[in-house]
């Protein structure tokens, strides 16, 4: 019971510092010194105004999200608002229950007043994450003049989904947007096996071999979080 709550402590400390851009060196302290490092961070990092009981909601709603979910399933009976339903179908994506958040977004999106990019973002990564390609695909189409699209996910669920279906001189067309310098690694590396199996080998090998070099040149630290990412890396340059 110990070792899953402090998985859960260091899960909820990580989660709040990339969300809130903390410095990074916090990454250590959590990994390395999981319940003083945890601690050391809620303390001084997580604002909460003097109020211990703010500490304990917060940690419980990350270890327990039925909780957070429960009571935003009652904020939504009290208040059946946009906003409302949107954060309930949040919640439920956030706990990999994509039913039921396809379910909610579908009845926000259905409000025609809003045009929340986000939300339909949201419901594409929902249906692609239980294999609805065809779902992604019609939700895809049409955003490609959104100011939002090319800095959004949506390009490379939207190109995979393609792929998927067989159209993949349409998917690679779309993938080459996420192909960015520094960013974007396991999107490119999902990228270059598509390339690999389109017998597209020059392709591939000059997408991995700028991979190669980026991680190559990433900071100790950084190279310890993508660590997994770099072999995989290495692993298919050396099979080419």
Aim: glycine share 2%; with cysteine; charged share 25%.
């Amino acid at each position: 019971m110990y070792f899953y709550f402090i998985i859960a402590f260091q899960a909820f400390c990580i989660y709040h510092l990339f969300k809130n851009r903390k410095s990074f060196y916090w990454i250590l302290a959590i990994i390395f010194l999981p319940l003083v490092g945890c601690l050391a961070y809620l303390v001084t990092q997580v604002s909460t105004k003097g109020n211990p009981d703010k500490i304990q909601d917060n940690i419980k709603k990350r270890i327990n999200p039925s909780n957070k979910i429960k009571a935003l399933e009652e904020k939504l009976d009290f208040a059946d608002t946009y906003l409302n339903r949107v954060n309930l179908a949040d919640a439920y994506f956030e706990a990999n229950d994509y039913t039921n958040a396809i379910e909610h977004y579908n009845v926000a999106l259905a409000d025609k007043t809003q045009n929340d990019f986000f939300v339909i973002e949201h419901l594409i990564k929902s249906y692609y994450n239980i294999k609805d390609y065809d779902q992604v695909i019609s939700l895809s189409e049409g955003l490609e003049n959104h100011r939002e699209f090319e800095k959004s996910e949506v390009p490379f669920l939207y190109g995979m989904a393609l792929a998927e279906k067989g159209r993949t001189e349409e998917a690679e067309k779309l993938l080459k947007l996420i192909d960015r310098p520094y960013s974007n690694y396991n999107e490119r590396i999902a990228f270059s096996k598509l390339l690999l199996k389109s017998n597209k080998l020059n392709d591939a090998k000059a997408l991995l071999k700028d991979l190669q070099e980026e991680m190559q040149n990433m900071t100790k630290m950084n190279q310890s979080i993508y660590r997994d990412t770099i072999l995989e890396v290495e692993k298919l340059n050396s099979g080419l």
